[in-house]
């Protein structure tokens, strides 16, 4: 089944984003969308991303190939059962939710197993709406997908294409075991840096000395704290239970660094700060192409003005396409270490050639 009439219920930072890139691939494609706000809608039509001018009804729907639920879980739950009556049998329902178990528990309820495809592209920004969508916003972030056991084979492997045209990482996972990393990495980070920052406001004496000499790791490890206090009260009411067994395991864990302080164990914190260590900077960008590699290299830079633009210039002049670029000071290099990652193999082959031509000193694993 191809994807020739698609329909959008939601259309903000990620559903416009792949609104936007599946209309740049495929400008015949027809995406008809409803949302929250008419204005929403009115730009995407002004903009010729969509077909429709206002909002629409959800029997508008009924005729799609693919559905894609962009708006909150709980809105996409009501939406499910207003879909229920109304699609093609062949239709492919999908979401973009961080969180997967309610939206796949409402799905079997209302037996529509072999219609839903559950989808987590993992990525964002502080920016929000339509006229912060971006086509290039999946670029080599992971799309995790999450089948039901009736999700027919080929349905799961075209959406696996499609995400791959996204410019995505495509990861399939069982739903439990999605909702159980996603609350590890993502939900349990974001209750740290809650907490902490509530903390700190609340020890903070009336000069407010400590936010006022904020900085570098305290606003790095709390930046997550801006985010919307509602989509993550939703996030928590939608993942309680494995938001809160990862509290309780965050709790021990910090109770054992606890101990290990208040008995002077130097070797004990000295292991447990290198393996934290150890497996922080084992972590890496990957690539859509070859996701099990990283292509990147290392090199001496000079403490001077312009020094990284220079090295950016000298790629650029050959038009290398550089996906992440950055001073690198907590590894065995001396400080001023540049970090820079490529897309392929071809392009990380020819700049290690030009730096080499312009005698920068080079660094690879």
Not at 29 to 40: D, F, G, K, L, P
Not at 139 to 161: G, K, L, S
Not at 237 to 265: D, F, P, T, V, W
Not at 329 to 340: T, Y
Request: aromatic content about 8%.
């Amino acid at each position: 089944m191809a994807f020739q009439k698609v329909g959008f219920i939601g259309l903000g930072l990620i559903g416009g984003s792949i609104a936007k890139k599946m209309k740049a691939d495929n400008p015949d494609v027809r995406i008809y969308a409803t949302a929250h706000h008419r204005e929403t809608i009115e730009a995407a039509h002004k903009e010729g991303l969509i077909e429709n001018e206002d909002l629409l009804p959800m029997s508008a729907f009924g005729d799609c190939d693919y559905i894609f639920l962009c708006a909150p879980v709980q809105r996409n739950l009501d939406t499910l059962r207003e879909l229920k009556g109304i699609i093609r049998k062949d239709c492919c329902i999908t979401d973009v939710g961080s969180t997967k178990t309610e939206i796949h528990e409402e799905v079997s309820r209302l037996k529509l197993d072999a219609n839903f495809i559950g989808g987590h592209p993992m990525t964002g920004s502080e920016k929000t709406g339509i006229a912060s969508a971006d086509a290039a916003l999946l670029e080599n972030a992971y799309y995790i997908i999450t089948p039901t056991a009736e999700t027919p084979e080929d349905t799961v492997q075209e959406f696996r294409e499609f995400v791959l045209s996204l410019g995505a990482i495509p990861l399939i996972l069982d739903y439990k075991s999605h909702d159980y990393a996603t609350a590890a990495i993502s939900h349990l980070p974001h209750m740290i840096a809650y907490t902490l920052v509530n903390l700190v406001r609340q020890i903070d004496d009336e000069n407010e000395t400590m936010k006022t000499i904020a900085a570098g790791g305290f606003k790095d490890i709390t930046r997550i704290a801006s985010s919307s206090p509602v989509m993550w009260q939703n996030i928590c009411m939608s993942n309680r239970e494995c938001i809160l067994s990862l509290m309780e395991q965050y709790i021990k864990a910090l109770e054992e660094l606890k101990g290990h302080i208040a008995a002077s164990e130097e070797q004990a914190m000295l292991e447990y700060f290198q393996n934290a260590k150890d497996y922080r900077d084992s972590f890496a960008v990957r690539s859509v192409k070859s996701p099990d590699r990283v292509y990147e290299l290392f090199t001496d830079l000079a403490d001077k003005t312009g020094g990284i633009a220079t090295v950016a210039g000298i790629l650029a002049s050959k038009q290398i396409n550089i996906k992440n670029i950055g001073i690198v000071n907590n590894r065995e290099f001396s400080s001023g270490v540049l970090r820079i990652e490529f897309y392929d193999e071809e392009a990380l082959n020819l700049a290690l050639h030009l730096l080499k031509q312009h005698s920068y000193v080079i660094h690879q694993h």
